[in-house]
Structures are given as C-alpha cells and as structure tokens.
C-alpha cells in the first residue's frame, strides 16, 4: 500500500473509532436523562462508524485470525502500561491535574488486567479451545475487570459490586 494512503487510512480510523466511542458517551448521557429517542440516533450513527472504522482496519490489512488478533491485543495493553499511562499519569501529576493523573491511574491498573486476560485467552486458543470466563464484570467507574464475581468494592476506585457492569454468555 501507497505510504500517503496508508497515512491518510490510518487517520480515518482513528477518527472514526473516536467518532464512535464519543457518540457512545453522548448516547450513555442521553439515555440516563431520559433522551431514549436520541441516544438511540447517538447509538445508531455510532455503529456507521464502527462500520467505517472496522472497514479502514481491514483495508489497512491489520485484522488477522485469532492467535495474531490476542497478540495484538496483548501489544497494545502491553504498551498502555509499560509506555503510554505511566508517561501520562507522570506528566499528569507534574502539571497538577487531579482529573488526568485519577483516570489514567484507573486505565493503567485495568489494563494490565487486561493483558493478563489476554495473555491467557492466546494460550488457550493455540490449544484450539474457547476463552474460559462465562462472566467478566466491568467497574463503570475505573474499568476494573474480573471473571466470575464482582468483588463488594472495586479495589481500584471503590465503586459498589451493584455498580460492575456483566457481560455473560
């Protein structure tokens, strides 16, 4: 591929994928003020861009089968807590923003969770078997993940176990 049009897809999927998560949030806020039929339209238009984002990501030739799709997640989580976060939460801190150094202390400690998951999952899928969890809970607060159960506080931020979000098979 052409190194401008690699470029310029690259960017667009960085759009796009921000396009959507921002949507998603404004359609989260939308919806708990009651606004059902507009975080739906928030919801919808955040789905066409993952539809774009997803399209970008292929074309870019960055989507490949299972164990090369865990390994680049395991890249990525890797990076976020060996290189991005501590170098955010660091500057953070020397710049005196409270808000910045608590959220990127929360994703910092999550992700390294999520590298462990992650890890995990590629070794059972070299063995051809399926990830074992049939229930992860997510803080909503700080992105704490666990298997099984939620613990009765999130032992990064404090949320209530009521608060962990599910996600079940």
Request: with cysteine; hydrophobic share 40%.
């Amino acid at each position: 591929m052409h190194e401008m049009t690699k470029k310029f897809l690259e960017d667009a999927f960085a759009g796009e994928s921000m396009a959507h998560m921002k949507y998603m949030i404004f359609a989260e806020d939308a919806e708990q003020k009651g606004l059902t039929k507009l975080a739906n339209l928030w919801k919808a238009i955040a789905y066409a861009e993952f539809v774009h984002a997803k399209n970008h990501f292929k074309a870019l030739g960055k989507f490949g089968e299972v164990p090369a799709n865990l390994q680049s997640s395991i890249d990525g989580e890797t990076f976020e807590v060996n290189e991005m976060y501590p170098v955010y939460n660091n500057a953070a801190e020397f710049q005196g923003e409270k808000e910045a150094v608590r959220t990127t202390h929360y994703a910092l400690e999550a992700e390294k969770i999520h590298a462990g998951m992650y890890t995990k999952a590629l070794d059972l899928a070299k063995q051809g078997k399926d990830y074992d969890a049939d229930k992860i809970l997510i803080c909503p607060i700080c992105g704490y993940t666990v298997e099984g159960e939620a613990p009765d506080r999130c032992p990064i931020c404090g949320a209530p176990k009521e608060k962990f979000a599910e996600f079940s098979v």
